[in-house]
């Protein structure tokens, strides 16, 4: 097993920042994602990085705008949000994948966060 934290959640203005964090109580795991569901929607991809080399994928609505990083131990997870819209405001999750399929696909991670929030009025 592999717990998630997540951190860094915060009510912000559009067009500011945030930088999210995720800790992972072990390393054990080829992939991991950023997700987000907002009330009443259904949970999305927002970013994702092959731990193994650091390929980065992202979600059409975030590109320009959100980067992923990990640390060298491969056990912290970032997420720096930029030029933040009202949009963006969400419950942000943190997980882990065992394969290396389906970067943005919630079908393809074993290990989630409990989620931390984030809020951005206009």
Not at 68 to 74: E, F, M
Not at 86 to 114: F, I, K, V
Request: with cysteine; glycine share 12%.
């Amino acid at each position: 097993q592999v717990q998630l934290v997540e951190s860094g959640g915060a009510s912000v203005l559009a067009g500011g920042s945030l930088r999210l964090s995720c800790v992972a109580s072990r390393f054990g795991y080829n992939k991991m994602g950023w997700f987000r569901q907002a009330p009443g929607k259904e949970r999305e991809g927002v970013a994702a990085i092959y731990v193994h080399g650091g390929r980065t994928w992202y979600g059409d609505a975030v590109k320009g705008r959100f980067t992923i990083t990990q640390d060298n131990t491969k056990t912290t997870l970032y997420l720096q949000m930029n030029s933040l819209k009202s949009e963006d405001t969400a419950m942000y999750y943190c997980a882990a994948g065992l394969n290396a399929n389906l970067p943005l696909s919630n079908d393809a991670y074993n290990y989630w966060g409990q989620g931390t929030q984030v809020t951005v009025s206009s």
